[in-house]
């Protein structure tokens, strides 16, 4: 296929940039979308022009690294898809394609399509965890909890922290974020005792990153690769509310 690419570059976060335009003449699509970046850089890297860059990892779905925006949608076309897994069967011969990173406040630009995704690692660090000594694995059987509270948990726990529910925000809120790791863990009896001490906390963190507030648009829901619920937005703020009249 031949395909058009209008692609964001920009030096870093304090220098201001611009869509480039690139032209492929040879896209397979049988090709994974980071391999016709791939293909690009490669085009560019032959021509003495620096390459395009951008986050990538596992290129599996699993890490969350590879997020992008692709023509206004996080992670491209594809429901419930990651860019890395997105092919470019998903598009047509003569498609132009606008691809940019992640915009939001909390995600500095690193460099083209790289942001700085830190400040959702600093709200795992603010309480995102289980601070009690676990030892061992336990007897499976020791813990009662029953079918739907573990399956409400894993869908919660299957959050890969891509950013992607920021970017798709118009306030570029990380409460899809914060409430999935607040939810798996207060759905789960290792994880219960604290719930009130780690909302707050994290909750508190995430307005310190600058993220905006959640105005219930529910486009994050849409767009994460992960399908996410908004549900557990409604957790976490009852959580907080809890938390907060409980300290009272």
Request: hydrophobic share 35%; glycine share 6%; proline share 3%.
């Amino acid at each position: 296929m031949k395909i058009k690419l209008n692609i964001w570059r920009q030096r870093d976060c304090q220098s201001k940039g611009e869509f480039k335009e690139y032209h492929l003449d040879d896209v397979s699509r049988d090709m994974s979308f980071l391999e016709m970046l791939d293909t690009l850089n490669i085009k560019l890297i032959k021509q003495g022009e620096l390459p395009v860059e951008f986050d990538h990892d596992c290129r599996e779905g699993i890490c969350g690294q590879c997020g992008v925006m692709i023509n206004g949608i996080a992670h491209g076309p594809l429901k419930n898809t990651t860019t890395c897994q997105l092919h470019m069967r998903s598009f047509n011969d003569g498609d132009t394609i606008y691809v940019e990173p992640f915009k939001a406040s909390a995600f500095p630009v690193v460099r083209d399509l790289k942001v700085n995704r830190s400040a959702l690692d600093h709200i795992i660090a603010a309480g995102g965890y289980v601070s009690v000594d676990t030892g061992q694995a336990p007897e499976a059987n020791s813990i009662p909890v029953t079918f739907e509270e573990a399956e409400s948990a894993f869908d919660a726990a299957a959050c890969i922290g891509c950013g992607a529910c920021v970017a798709s925000c118009k306030n570029s809120s990380a409460a899809l974020f914060t409430s999935a790791k607040i939810s798996h863990l207060a759905q789960l009896p290792q994880g219960d005792k604290e719930t009130s001490t780690r909302v707050v906390s994290m909750v508190n963190q995430m307005e310190e990153e600058g993220f905006g507030h959640c105005t219930n648009t529910e486009a994050c829901e849409v767009e994460c690769p992960e399908g996410i619920s908004v549900l557990n937005i409604a957790r976490m703020n009852y959580e907080y509310n809890r938390s907060r009249l409980a300290k009272k």
